[in-house]
């Protein structure tokens, strides 16, 4: 790992993401606040886990992080420096410390490229080495990744799809990046093929040292890679903790019942017996309700969280932030399987 | 919760795909585009096809006699060994009016098409790559364009210019252009969208080698498609100005000349008609074989 551990790689603070949609001649035009406000920090060699369901903004952030998008307000500091607002020249030499795998390796792989030239590319657009320097280190990095060397010369479509995204990783990795944002990386795969795809990202994560935003709905894979993890909904980030606390002391109630409706592969020896089950669907973010955003399917909410947001704080300990009214110091979260009309005692 | 994720095995073998029995070895790109091409015997066809009219027109006179030279005495005369395709009405020997007019007819048909694409390719990519405001403005310009029937915007155009065969290209490519960059335009919207543009960027990519290394090499398939369409309406479209005094003059041949002068005989010698339109006919099939070919060596999906 890196000596500077304590200088973060990635600092966002403020960070929000509006879009337009509508027009502006039919009267109605909309701004849908994809992100609203997130601070998050991500140290040296450190995977942050980002959660949340489909539609909380958190591929929003990771393409705001590689600047594939402007962000409309906050500051991002990568290595130190603030790239929410440079241009894409400006942008461009930073680019060799920050890389980015998607989820789809079907739509993301050139497929006029030979794998070798795929992986080789950010090579060339950074004018590294010769060419056959660069073919070296193509083969290098595709061996790192599990893949054969002689692999560099098929085409995307010879390959399954976790050869794919064997290919996108080491296509990701082959600069050295100091952080790369992996925007549901293993959602598209077999769930056979997930769990080496996962192996594979997290034992170069500790060879080569880099930082990583993990983002993701799907709670196994983020207990399993995660150092920290981060919760979203509605475009805001609600609870940040480390791995352990978050699983061991979720606080915030949408936590809570995120982690309650995870599959358990033991469901006799979990201690857990009720589910908690949320009502009603995710508020659009183009209308977000007033106060905290999830008031409106909270099973503990009180009147106070319909007026008032509240901030993500830490309360129980500075490690642990969480944005509810309801967290104490003494008692830390509110139960939210006490609600009333919305939990589910399981028999069993 | 437990998890389902066993501890770290080294990422293997499991997924890696079929037994590479042959795997090339770094070989040349243009020699692997070679051997694609020649295991596609229709792409060779169409070659084949496309060569002989292109030598025809190179050397027409020199193999088929003077095109312009006139036999009062054998007019309107079947296939012989003197005339293997017969005489017209002013007894000129209908296979050197072929030969010559295979140069008009593919240097109207092929030039204006390159021009076309020349010109609407880049504009048409741009205006889809970047949307913004470039590309409402570009796009109602071209809708205005095709609002008019390709054949009448010739038309017009041609008549505007004067009737020489450099006008009668120009005014193709003019016509042709609006559905190029339409193709064009389409295929640069739907590739922003996918992810490898994204990464592309990502790396740090400059817009220009975005737009030639991602965005043209996958537009290609369409594109050759056009083209392979393009070329035969052209020499049609060649053949219809030429028969409105706008094309070429006579005594220049050119199929289209040819096909309608051969109009009024058509009862006394149907033949007159038949090898300039069979001509029309290989020229564009041998495009559209060659066009397939040519979509298939250089899209890497299609098999071997």
Redesign the interface.
Known sequence: MHGDDDSAVLEVTGLKKHYHSGSRLHGGRHVVRAVDGVDLTIGAGEVLGLVGESGSGKSTIGKCVVRLTVPTAGTMRLLGRDISSLSRREMRPLRRDVHIVFQDPYSSLNPRMSVGEIVGEPLRQHGEGTRRERDGRVGEMLERVGLRQQMRLRYPHELSGGQRQRVALARALILGPRLVVADEPVSALDVSVQASIVNLLLDLQRDMGFSCLFITHDLSVVEFISDRVAVMYLGRIVETASRADLFKDPQHPYTQALLSAAPVADPASSRRSSRIVLTGDVPSPSAPPPGCPFHTRCPVAVPRCSTEVPPLVGVTSAEHPVACHLVTPEDGGPDASQGEVTSVHHPS | ??????P??????????SP?AA??E?ARRWRRLRQRFLRRRMAIIGLAFVLLFLLLALMGPLVAGDPSEQHFDAVLQGPSFAHPMGTDDLGRDVFARIAGGARVSLLAGVCSTALAMLVGVPVGLVAGFYRGWVDPIIMRLNDVMLAFPFLIFAVGLAAILGASLRNVIIALAVAQFPAVLRIARGEALMLRE???L????????RDA?IIAR?VL??SLNALIVQATVAIPAAIIGEATLSFLGLGVQPPTPSWGVMLTHAQPYLAQAPLLALFPGLAIALVTLGFNLLGDGLRDVL???SGR
Not at chain 2, 8 to 17: L, S
Not at chain 2, 198 to 205: L, N, P, S
């Open positions: 919760m437990s998890n389902p994720f066993n770290p095995t080294i990422a293997g073998a499991a997924e890696a795909g590479e795997v090339l770094p996918q992810d490898f994204a990464g592309a960027i990502a790396d740090g990519t080698a991602y090499p996958n899209d890497p999906r």
